[in-house]
């Protein structure tokens, strides 16, 4: 490189997590050798879990995810700078919640944003809870059952149902 004039360089995150990254940086940044060791070490070498590669898909036939949808759940915040050190640098001014299909603020102010089909358990957000529907593929069966007392009369089921993450 000379000075003045930077030399592009682009890495794919394969090149990232199979250690080309760090190579091709050793005459820039000095830590490199150590990040290989510890990316060697840790992650490469590990001989039980590799987490830089995907997981085989384990031996089971069913899988059920049961979870509580439609309370109010905080999903977001809006920060301002107090004006302190950290770490009381930021201060939370507003909580957004999702609710019945919609976000809205505790302060009353409208919320831009892509709201979820539902809201969540009053702790974690629907995106978070419904998850669970992607990891097999695009077909589920689902069965809704109303958070009362029932008989069974008012399960509803879905099966094959075609799931596309928005």
Request: aromatic share 12%; with cysteine; net charge negative.
């Amino acid at each position: 490189m000379e000075c003045g004039k930077p030399t592009l360089l682009s890495f794919s995150a394969r090149e990232v997590s199979d250690g080309t990254f760090f190579k091709a940086i050793e005459e820039y940044d000095p830590d490199s050798k150590r990040l290989t060791y510890q990316l060697e070490k840790y992650y490469q070498g590990d001989p039980v879990l590799n987490p830089l590669t995907p997981w085989d898909r384990p031996p089971l036939k069913n899988i059920f995810c049961i979870y509580g949808i439609d309370s109010k759940t905080e999903v977001g915040y809006y920060f301002a700078p107090s004006g302190k050190p950290y770490p009381d640098n930021w201060i939370i001014t507003d909580v957004i919640y999702e609710y019945e299909g919609t976000l809205l603020s505790r302060s009353g102010n409208s919320v831009a944003g892509n709201p979820g089909a539902s809201s969540g358990d009053g702790t974690v957000s629907y995106n978070s809870l419904s998850w669970c529907k992607t990891w097999l593929g695009p077909k589920v069966n689902i069965t809704r059952a109303p958070q009362a007392e029932h008989d069974g009369s008012d399960v509803q089921i879905s099966l094959n149902v075609e799931h596309h993450r928005t």
